[in-house]
């Protein structure tokens, strides 16, 4: 699992794959594969790849942290 590069929520892409959020969050692909299947996870999907608009993954953050970061 890689490190981030991105050291502000402003450097983010526009879209997250699922490299970049395991990145973020420290976790394993296959967890954020599962993530990305729940019902309140955005994602978009364009033909096979599935992607998460960054407003949406801050949003599911915060929702899930309980708070505002």
């Known amino acids: 699992m890689k490190e981030s590069i991105y050291k ?3 450097e983010l892409p526009l879209f997250l794959n699922a490299e970049t959020i ?3 969050l420290g976790i394993s ?3 954020v594969y599962e993530l990305m299947h ?3 996870f955005s994602v978009l999907r364009v033909g096979n790849r599935m992607v998460v608009p960054k407003d949406k993954f801050k949003e599911w953050v915060d929702k899930n942290s ?3 970061h």
Request: avoid cysteine; hydrophobic fraction near 15%.
């Open 8 to 10: 502000s929520y402003d």
């Open 22 to 24: 395991s990145g973020l």
């Open 29 to 31: 692909l296959t967890t």
């Open 38 to 40: 729940q019902k309140d």
């Open 66 to 68: 309980g708070g505002n």
